[in-house]
């Protein structure tokens, strides 16, 4: 570490990170007369959520019964435990159950938050008491003007940072979520947010974190936190060492997450002698394969199949994205496929696939197909031949599929038979058959949004030793934060949610200790 060479810094409350989860508990501390610091590692604020839909799950929140929403409580615990299982103590799925639509309630107390029902069904709808309206939903759209100065600040979303599209005039999802957070924040007095402020390291004494070690713009300083530290960073999925000393699948190119996502302040916690949990976990996604070499997010298939190696369906296509990434993972776990897999689809809608979110913006044709990414053939033989793989069995897997279009039942993987195979359809069939010549190739890997596993926390998102004791000071939410849903991935907002819930959680749990002194 190199020397801390200038004064120190006070605060109540030290936030590391920037995302929607980070942004709340700073306005939870600031709301409640603490003094706060964020510090953001790189050089603009929101995390991944500047890149995200910025859906939060939770149930029965005023934004959802002001659109009808009868939705209980009771059904929503029935829905999670069913789908998380046992995997995560029981007090950290009631604290989250239980704490969104309060916290709801306490944004939108304040004028600068308006949220919206945004009807998104359930991830496993055939599970008890899974909502087919979903338990989703997001802030309302904010003019980007409203920002000001701040939007500079913002990290602008995939579409510019990545593909060099203009800034939108209007932010939308995870940007309208942090643009309302910041505006919120700046009518908050005694807080400082901090940009190029990089955390690897937690102050201590006596067994409780007192602050932390800040490198802002090349400068090591001690930053002192009266009531707290909160880890919110984001996972550490940009992190390669990281990644393969937790046998955490998938590459650092195919992560969603910013650069900065590199895992610095959960190696703090673990250093201050945090447990540790699900490090291996991560938010999957198939990830369309693009030109440079990347593998990103990809959602809302309009029509195709995924085949493996030997040209077979092997999942159903339509499903929530976490649950076909996971599939394809135990797949290539035990040799059964390897990558790229491939989409194939016919010519009803041309060349490009029928892929409507990718992430990152498709670029020109030509360059899909110059890569050796994108294949045409006038028949499925010649198609099979050119990526690789059986034509009597990719011919096969095709007449089966069209088979199953036609009569409106996916009899090998059930596609269309849970709402969420359906959300992008209005409600129709996803059963879409390959019939129309030339037919059409594009390469699939595996993507992610973002690790799951960190620093093991108590239902006030206090974080717990190796001994299953909290350590006095240290708080920690979202991707920093051993997930709540554990293995699984309930449905649409539950990461961006959690995070939410925890860091108000957390920044509650500072202020009342800030109250009885």
């Given at each position: ?366 360059d899909y197909v110059a890569a050796g990414l994108w294949h045409t053939a006038d028949t499925l033989d010649e198609l099979a031949t050119t990526i690789g793989v059986p034509a009597d069995e990719l011919t096969r897997t095709v007449a089966r599929f069209n088979t199953f279009a036609t009569n409106g039942t996916d009899e090998d993987f059930g596609r269309g038979d849970e709402p969420f195979d359906r959300a992008f359809t209005g409600g129709a069939s996803p059963l879409v058959p390959i019939e129309k010549g030339p037919f059409h190739a594009a390469a699939f890997g595996v993507s992610d949004l973002g690790t799951k596993g960190g620093l093991r926390t108590d239902a006030h998102a206090r974080v717990l030793d190796t001994h299953g004791e909290v350590i006095p000071g240290l708080y920690a939410a979202g991707n920093s934060m051993a997930a709540v849903s554990g ?31």
């Amino acid at each position: 570490m190199g020397m801390v060479n200038t004064p120190d810094d006070e605060c109540d409350v030290l936030v590391i990170g920037s995302g929607g989860g980070a942004l709340t508990g700073a306005y939870t501390a600031a709301r409640e007369g603490l003094s706060v610091i964020v510090a953001e590692a790189s050089d603009h604020f929101g995390g991944t959520t500047a890149y995200s839909g910025g859906g939060m799950w939770f149930p029965c929140n005023a934004a959802l019964q002001r659109a009808g929403d009868t939705d209980t409580l009771e059904d929503a615990r029935t829905y999670f435990r069913a789908v998380v299982g046992d995997r995560t103590p029981t007090e950290l799925q009631d604290a989250f159950l239980e704490g969104g639509a309060p916290l709801i309630d306490y944004l939108e107390a304040d004028p600068a938050f308006k949220f919206m029902a945004f009807p998104w069904p359930d991830y496993f709808g055939s599970a008890p008491a899974a909502s087919t309206t979903g338990r989703h939903i997001m802030a309302k759209p904010v003019k980007a003007e409203k920002l000001g100065a701040l939007r500079e600040a913002l990290r602008p979303p995939l579409g510019t940072e990545r593909a060099g599209e203009p800034l939108p005039d209007g932010l939308f999802g995870g940007q309208a979520l942090l643009a309302r957070l910041l505006l919120a924040l700046s009518e908050q007095p005694h807080t400082d947010l901090r940009r190029n402020a990089v955390c690897d390291e937690l102050l201590h004494t006596h067994g409780t974190v007192t602050g932390a070690v800040i490198t802002h713009h090349g400068t090591r300083r001690h930053v002192h936190a009266r009531r707290g530290v909160l880890i919110a960073a984001g996972g550490f999925e940009r992190n390669e060492q990281m990644r393969t000393e937790h046998s955490v699948p998938g590459s650092t190119r195919d992560a969603m997450g910013p650069p900065s996502n590199q895992g610095l302040a959960t190696l703090a916690g673990i250093a201050a002698g945090a447990d540790t949990d699900l490090m291996s976990e991560a938010w999957w996604s198939p990830g369309i394969t693009h030109p440079d070499g990347t593998s990103t997010f990809s959602l809302w298939f309009t029509g195709g199949i995924f085949v493996d190696d030997h040209g077979r369906r092997f999942v159903n296509e339509s499903a929530a994205y976490d649950r076909i990434g996971r599939e394809v993972l135990a797949r290539l776990a035990d040799g059964r496929m390897s990558l790229p897999f491939w989409m194939i689809y016919d010519d009803r809608a041309g060349e490009r696939p029928p892929v409507q979110s990718t992430s990152v913006p498709l670029g020109d044709t030509h360059d899909y197909v110059a890569a050796g990414l994108w294949h045409t053939a006038d028949t499925l033989d010649e198609l099979a031949t050119t990526i690789g793989v059986p034509a009597d069995e990719l011919t096969r897997t095709v007449a089966r599929f069209n088979t199953f279009a036609t009569n409106g039942t996916d009899e090998d993987f059930g596609r269309g038979d849970e709402p969420f195979d359906r959300a992008f359809t209005g409600g129709a069939s996803p059963l879409v058959p390959i019939e129309k010549g030339p037919f059409h190739a594009a390469a699939f890997g595996v993507s992610d949004l973002g690790t799951k596993g960190g620093l093991r926390t108590d239902a006030h998102a206090r974080v717990l030793d190796t001994h299953g004791e909290v350590i006095p000071g240290l708080y920690a939410a979202g991707n920093s934060m051993a997930a709540v849903s554990g293995t699984t991935y309930p449905g649409g907002g539950n990461p961006i949610g959690a995070c939410m819930v925890f860091s108000h959680l957390a920044a509650l749990d500072m202020a009342h200790r800030a109250g009885e002194e």
